[in-house]
């Protein structure tokens, strides 16, 4: 990029003549009557129109941009280069007197100092106004200014958050904190979230089974892959058509959630189906590719080792007033309604909504409560996510890798 010349220094036709011919656009009037004495002819007025010469490129010389020496401007462009030549010099003198008059007045106040001409023009860093001028400055690539360039939300993300690993106190609660303790050591949800997308956190794996944060799908499997939540309990105070076991926290969290349902007019929630192991997924997945086809079967059931249900965070839930109804039916009830507006409250979200399979490979399961925790959940909720995969900024797994 060249050098941009600064408005308190205009170009002059001395500058002008120094440069060298390749970047001079246009000769001298003195080359122009000592070309036209050497070569003993007269010079003589171009064809066009002064006002289209400008716009010709060459003006019939090898070298594009130069006039020959049988070119003479008209008397009308001298008559306007004075013009202008002239209002340049009375503006480059209202410049230099307003530069005295800041001066003089920054000298004169309470907390004099020394003042410089150009932060007159421009304004000072105490916020002073700048003084209006005639003639603006061009942006250079030291302005303020030139910071404020739109980046990507990425990088935005990284330097945000940071690398959050090295953070004092992260590593120690990776190690042996909850995930409670992990994520308020990251300096909270938000700071938690944006490293992970930034690629700011190589020490959370999100395959990690044992997690809150995990994301189980068809492209990222458990690891283990055979993982077993320990410890287990039955959420309290809930009705059950199953067994109705998941992680101890989870099944505190459904409590408070089913209760909190109850006592806001929502009706009964109980639970249909909560963890599942390795080797009883295996035996689901082949009941459902025996009825439905593997295609199909990949729609409703996940393949051993890619389910949510193992990790013991995941319960599918269904609507018990006068009796609970299966998985299918509570879609449309009240139950269903309220959960959607406030299963966060709890620590859980949809996993699989409606519109979304391109994403999370499933078809909408209003029934598959996920857990993720309060913190993880509440800005999950407040920044209008639909699937961990954009929450956590991971690709869509709609299919399987094989």
Not at 2 to 21: C, M
Not at 109 to 134: E, K
Not at 204 to 233: C, F, M, S
Request: hydrophobic letters at 40%; charged letters at 20%; proline letters at 7%.
């Amino acid at each position: 990029m060249g050098v941009v010349a600064h408005p308190t220094e205009p170009e002059t036709r001395r500058s002008r003549r120094e440069r060298s011919p390749e970047t001079r656009p246009l000769p001298t009037r003195r080359e122009l009557r000592e070309r036209a004495a050497g070569s003993g002819s007269a010079v003589s007025r171009p064809p066009e129109d002064a006002a289209s010469a400008p716009a010709r490129e060459g003006g019939g010389s090898s070298e594009p941009g130069v006039l020959t020496a049988s070119v003479r401007l008209p008397a009308s462009v001298y008559v306007r280069r004075r013009a202008v030549a002239g209002a340049a010099a009375l503006a480059l003198v209202g410049l230099v007197v307003a530069g005295a008059i800041g001066t003089t007045s920054a000298l004169s106040g309470s907390d004099a100092a020394a003042a410089d001409p150009v932060a007159a023009l421009l304004g000072d860093t105490a916020g002073n106004a700048p003084i209006a001028s005639s003639l603006p400055a061009p942006a250079q690539s030291g302005d303020a200014d030139s910071a404020a360039q739109p980046v990507d939300d990425a990088a935005t993300d990284a330097a945000a958050a940071g690398d959050i690993c090295s953070a004092p106190g992260f590593a120690e609660a990776l190690s042996s904190g909850s995930d409670a303790d992990v994520i308020a050591a990251a300096g909270g949800a938000e700071h938690f979230r944006a490293a992970i997308t930034a690629g700011a956190a190589p020490c959370i794996d999100l395959h990690e089974a044992g997690r809150t944060w995990v994301v189980v799908n068809k492209l990222n499997a458990l690891d283990p892959i055979d993982y077993w939540p320990e410890p287990q309990a039955r959420a309290e105070g809930v009705e059950r058509t199953s067994g109705g076991h998941m992680r101890a926290d989870v099944a505190a969290a459904l409590s408070q959630l089913a209760a909190a349902a109850r006592d806001e007019g929502a009706g009964t929630i109980g639970v249909n189906s909560g963890f599942r192991s390795y080797d009883f997924q295996v035996s689901t997945y082949r009941n459902y590719v025996g009825q439905l086809g593997q295609s199909n079967a990949d729609l409703t059931s996940a393949r051993p080792g890619h389910s949510e249900h193992q990790t013991g965070l995941a319960v599918d839930v269904v609507a018990c007033d006068g009796g609970c109804g299966a998985i299918e039916q509570f879609g449309g009830t009240a139950q269903s309604d309220w959960v959607a507006a406030n299963a966060h409250r709890f620590g859980f979200i949809i996993r699989y909504p409606d519109g979304r399979t391109d994403t999370t490979g499933y078809e909408y399961e209003p029934w598959h409560l996920r857990y993720i925790g309060p913190e993880l959940a509440a800005l999950y909720a407040d920044g209008g996510y639909r699937t961990l995969e954009d929450f956590f900024g991971m690709p869509p797994a709609p299919t399987y890798a094989d």
